[in-house]
């Protein structure tokens, strides 16, 4: 393909990037209060501590490839990285030539609102310039470095990684084969990375290693706690090369006092615990109370729980300002969750919240991968033994006298209530394996490594990300095998389930955009029979039956299973809205339609010929309670199988069994953030403040010493 072509293709997925984005993040701003203007606009100096090498190196970097102002910016001086708010930040990240910036902060003073805010402005920049120049303006991507382990991914393939699971439209056809690969080689997105203080000290030593040492494709801003960075650069000995590195400040009086006003009443009503406090910022600005009111944190949570100043004004009580942040803190859970409210009261939503707080970690809660919490033995056996005891009440009924179904010859309500077991217990465990198989536990190469080897280990760790549908590989090859198997031999049945697996399983991994404007049917429909798949399939069955039966036979079973499982391939793939912003919800949602679309294409068509087949010989209603009888189990079985609701909804009983979380913990967790304890950042979940995660989990140390 000609360069120019390239050039094109990137520029629409970047296009489309960017309004994703937009999108997404205009929605996080909006609630997390920081709508336009910011109610506290960020401050920031170039800072004093050893982290960084020499400004010149930053502004005129002889030895690195130079990047060039954006444009509709200017090539950023050394008086440009003194200080300024977020204007001056812009300005810095627009025209830095080595592309590099470290923006510290000790605790809650808004790090990651201060790169929200860039993040809308750089948007807002690129939409403003015409399409040319805006064609060579990168698309800035927020990202957290939880995920980011340097000891098996290099900075730009997991940069790659994160950007085509974060974004699957990405990886439709029109974009190219690797559209997010593409787009962070030729430096046509920028990286903002949050979250350096969540990895443990021996991956951040690491990762500034790393960073030292790669070829910069990108523009890179990196955000850390002031200590946690400092603390890695002296582990490592050597400075960031090539960056400026900016503090933010803490937040003024003046500004204290102003947010605070800003959000009460006017005038205020008499005795209000909230002024008297504000008078007392004027009156005593160095008391640690008023000291503990400078960051945009604390003020945060004073402002969503006013009846707190009342305790912060009680004479003596506060020695330190960490007393007085801690009693802000420890009120959120009980402000959040009052007597009068409906839900959980306040020492059980403290002990689940506790219990969310420990298996997080100081990363992000991606909800469909909570399944790892638990062991999977025990959702498998769950599983099987709903499979079992369904598929013994409907073998009843397909065996029994109105269905009259027989198999070799064997047929009545008792044979079916056991073979009905049977088949509903394998078919059940099956369906618990393939969906356990679908998002392994993040270590499992390195357990295989330790049973097969090492090698075995890195050729996994290396696997290309979204080649292969397990869930889809799986069911096909069953089917096929076992249709094939039966009418002819099972050694031509494995290499036939070998061939349609592979197409099928790789044929459901192509993403299909959708667009929220366009019909509900648009967003909802198949988008087809995928071909190749539908050939594989259905071509060894037409052969097998055409064989063993009659060309008539073998005519109408190929043409269903390539029909029928044709269209499960295709309604399995990824489904991508361009359009709409990535939240849990929107996750839901799709993997609600997603599951009940495989379910039904796969079990209709295959429900309707074995009733049709049996209907032949025993009569309509015998042939009605065949299709409906085979079509609900394997419905269900594909359910099981693909749906990362059924998985999860399975943890959540685990889970109550033991005490530790509600059986409705999806409810509790939209509940929580509509109660403002959790935040979402894209589909996953966070907590509104890190420090309110460590409080919960009843672990301090992970909290920064505060500025003095």
């Known amino acids: 393909m000609a360069e120019g072509e390239v050039r094109v293709r990137l520029a629409r997925a970047a296009n489309a990037l960017a309004r994703k984005l937009r999108a997404q993040w205009e929605e996080e701003a909006a609630d997390r209060g920081l709508d336009n203007p910011p109610p506290i606009p ?22 690195r490839p130079r990047f060039m102002p954006l444009p509709g910016t200017r090539q950023a001086t050394a008086q440009a990285v003194e200080g300024g708010g977020l204007a001056g930040l812009f300005d810095l990240y627009a025209g830095l030539g080595s592309g590099r910036i470290v923006v510290m902060g000790h605790r809650g003073t808004g790090k990651s609102a201060t790169a929200i805010l860039l993040l809308l402005e750089a948007l807002d920049h690129r939409v403003r310039l015409p399409l040319p120049q805006a064609m060579r303006t990168p698309v800035p991507v927020l990202l957290n470095a939880c995920d980011w382990d340097p000891r098996r991914h290099g900075l730009d393939d997991w940069f790659a990684r994160q950007l085509a699971t974060a974004y699957t439209f990405l990886a439709s056809p029109e974009y190219g084969p690797d559209a997010a690969g593409e787009l962070v080689r030729h430096g046509m997105v920028s990286l903002l990375l949050d979250g350096f203080d969540e990895m443990d000290r021996s991956r951040q030593v690491q990762a500034l290693q790393h960073i030292n040492r790669r070829r910069r494709s990108f523009r890179l801003l990196v955000l850390a706690r002031t200590d946690d960075f400092t603390a890695a650069v002296q582990a490592e000995t050597r400075p960031l090369h090539g960056a400026a590195a900016v ?58 729980d006013p009846h707190a100043a009342a305790d912060l004004l009680r004479p003596g009580r506060f020695t330190t300002r960490e007393q007085a942040e801690d009693h802000l803190l420890d009120r959120v859970v009980p402000t959040a969750y009052p007597p009068h409210r409906p839900g959980p009261s306040a020492e059980q939503a403290r002990r689940w919240l506790g219990f969310l707080a420990t298996r997080m970690g100081r990363g992000d809660l991606a909800w469909w991968r909570m399944h790892h919490w638990a062991p999977m033995w025990e959702r498998c056996l769950i599983n099987a033994l709903a499979g079992t005891l369904l598929m013994s009440g409907i073998g009843a009924v397909v065996f029994g006298p109105i269905g009259r179904y027989t198999v070799a010859g064997d047929t009545g309500a008792a044979f079916g209530v056991w073979y009905g077991a049977l088949m509903g217990g394998c078919f059940g465990l099956l369906a618990g394996l393939v969906s356990e198989l679908r998002d392994p536990p ?176 025993h009569g309509l209603a015998a042939g009605i309670v065949t299709a409906t009888g085979f079509g609900v189990m394997i419905a269900l079985g594909s359910v099981a199988a693909i749906s990362d609701i059924w998985r999860t909804g399975l943890l959540f009983a685990q889970l109550r069994m033991r005490g530790l979380f509600p059986l409705r913990g999806m409810r509790f967790l939209e509940d929580a953030r509509r109660r403002h304890v959790l935040r979402t950042a894209g589909a996953r979940y966070q907590f509104k403040h890190d420090r309110l995660r460590a409080t919960l989990a009843g672990d301090r140390r992970h909290s920064d010493p505060p500025p003095h």
């Open 442 to 617: 993040p270590d499992w190469t390195d357990r295989l490594g330790t049973v097969f080897g090492g090698r075995l280990a890195r050729l996994l760790r290396r696997r290309p990300r979204s080649v292969f549908n397990t869930a889809v590989g799986s069911a096909i090859f069953m089917v096929v095998t076992m249709a094939v198997g039966n009418q002819s031999t099972y050694s031509c049945g494995l290499a036939a389930g070998i061939v349609a697996a592979a197409a099928a399983g790789h044929a459901a991994t192509r993403v299909r955009p959708t667009s929220s404007t366009g019909s509900r049917w648009g967003r909802l429909r198949p988008g087809g029979v995928d071909l190749l798949a539908a050939a594989t399939i259905g071509g060894p069955i037409g052969l097998a039956y055409g064989v063993s039966k009659t060309p008539l036979h073998g005519t109408f079973a190929g043409l269903i299973a390539a029909f029928g499982f044709g269209l499960m391939v295709s309604v399995a793939r990824p489904i991508a809205d361009i359009d709409t912003p990535p939240t849990p919800g929107m996750r839901r949602r799709l993997d609600r339609r997603r599951a009940l679309l495989v379910a039904c294409s796969a079990a209709i068509p295959i429900g309707l010929a074995l009733g049709f087949q049996n209907g032949r010989t």
């Open 42 to 63: 960020p401050r920031w100096v170039r800072t004093s501590r050893p982290v960084a090498s020499r400004l010149r190196v930053a502004l005129d970097d002889p030895q």
């Open 247 to 304: 503090e933010l400040l803490p937040v003024t009086g003046e500004q204290a006092i102003g947010y605070l006003q800003d959000h009460r009443p006017d005038p205020p009503p008499h005795g209000d615990p909230v002024s008297r406090l504000i008078d007392r910022l004027r009156q005593h600005p160095d008391d640690p109370v008023s000291r503990a009111l400078d960051t945009p944190l604390t003020l945060t949570l004073l402002r969503e």
